[in-house]
């Protein structure tokens, strides 16, 4: 490790402070009112209900309907989090948006919900994929105890449904819509452990846009990108890797396997999860995210709606310390120790 760099400056410039620690105060969700079930999938290929989910856990999912957009997705998601944590919309003085299905290639998606919501803070979109959520914690932790943001503003959200094939047998099945939010503000007590994050651009091919914007529309007749996944290596990455990086997690936040009381690990399928809780050996009684089952693969939603199906369903509590981890394209990752709000 380089030391720090101690040449005095010119000037004596101040620099901003924020408060000791950072916390999650509040989570909300939105979830697509059009129910589609392994069935209906079935519809388009040659699979059966009893092969989704005995390979992947999913029993349903959620596909968003045209009105259902990125932008009310998320709004409708924020409200809930922002009124959950006492606070008003113009409170809000950051919201960073983690997706990879906003449309748009500029302006950010978050510019436009945060105007929607009623604030005129910074907005910037975070593109991490499934870690987008846990990448947009740890900026939201960063901001907040650096005093440059008082109250930030995390939304997960996907509209998967737009990017995959129809006709995809190896993700047809699997990736679906919703969005989840949080917000951080400070907090006199620690309660968002040290990230452990990184990223392996070498396996980038792994999940990936099937072509770039450029070479889609110069196709002759102009072809929409699909999400291309090989499934098999990013199972096994996610199941091994990401059980490694889940530990370490839990060694740099000072926090054992059975202190977790909650673990919620990004909803790719409830093999990986089952394979990580395993790995990790946390104890029995640890309350598990397995939205998997009935809302499929939201990517960057998939962390907060678990959370938000787990403490509306009472499943977990307030206050209880949580591993969260998410992981995806890129191949990114990131994982946090958490208290829940
Ligand atoms: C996609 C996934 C469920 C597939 O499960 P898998 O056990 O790896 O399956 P494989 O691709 O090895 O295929 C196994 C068999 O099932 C078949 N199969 C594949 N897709 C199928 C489908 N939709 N329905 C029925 N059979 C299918 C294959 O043809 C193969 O048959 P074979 O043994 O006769 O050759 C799994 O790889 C996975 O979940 N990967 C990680 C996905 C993920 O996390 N993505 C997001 C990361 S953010």
Aim: glycine share 8%; aromatic share 6%; net charge negative.
């Amino acid at each position: 490790m380089t030391e720090p760099d101690d040449r005095p400056t010119r000037s004596a410039l101040l620099t901003s402070t924020g408060g000791p620690y950072a916390r999650v105060l509040g989570i909300g969700s939105y979830r697509p009112r059009r129910v589609v079930d392994n069935a209906e999938i079935c519809t388009f290929i040659d699979s059966s209900d009893e092969w989704i989910r005995t390979r992947s856990g999913i029993r349903e999912r959620r596909w968003a309907s045209p009105d259902e957009t990125v932008q009310m997705m998320s709004v409708s998601a924020a409200r809930i989090a922002i009124e959950r944590a006492g606070l008003d919309p113009a409170d809000i003085d950051t919201v960073i948006v983690a997706t990879v299905t906003h449309l748009y290639q500029t302006p950010s998606a978050a510019a436009i919900i945060a105007s929607a919501l009623g604030t005129k803070g910074a907005a910037f979109d975070v593109s991490a994929a499934c870690a987008g959520f846990c990448y947009g914690l740890t900026l939201a932790d960063s901001l907040v105890r650096t005093g440059a943001s008082t109250y930030t503003l995390v939304i997960g959200v996907e509209r998967l449904s737009d990017i995959t094939s129809r006709s995809d047998r190896s993700s047809a099945f699997i990736f679906a819509d919703g969005a989840g939010a949080a917000v951080v503000g400070p907090s006199n007590v620690p309660a968002i452990g040290p990230v452990v994050w990184g990223s392996d651009g070498e396996q980038s091919g792994l999940i990936a846009q099937s072509e770039p914007w450029d070479r889609a529309m110069a196709a002759e007749p102009p072809q929409w990108p699909v999400m291309k996944m090989d499934g098999n290596p990013v199972f096994k990455w996610a199941a091994f890797t990401m059980a490694k990086a889940a530990a370490e997690t839990l060694a740099r936040a000072g926090v054992s396997a059975d202190e977790i009381e909650v673990f919620v690990p990004h909803q790719a399928n409830m093999r990986i999860t089952d394979a990580m809780l395993r790995a990790l050996k946390l104890p029995e009684s640890v309350v598990v995210g397995r939205d998997i089952e009935w809302h499929g693969n939201t990517s960057a939603a998939s962390i907060p709606l678990a959370i938000d199906t787990l403490l509306t369903s009472g499943e977990a509590r307030s206050g209880q310390t949580c591993l969260v981890i998410g992981f995806g394209a890129g191949l990114v990752y990131a994982g946090q120790v958490i208290v829940l709000p």
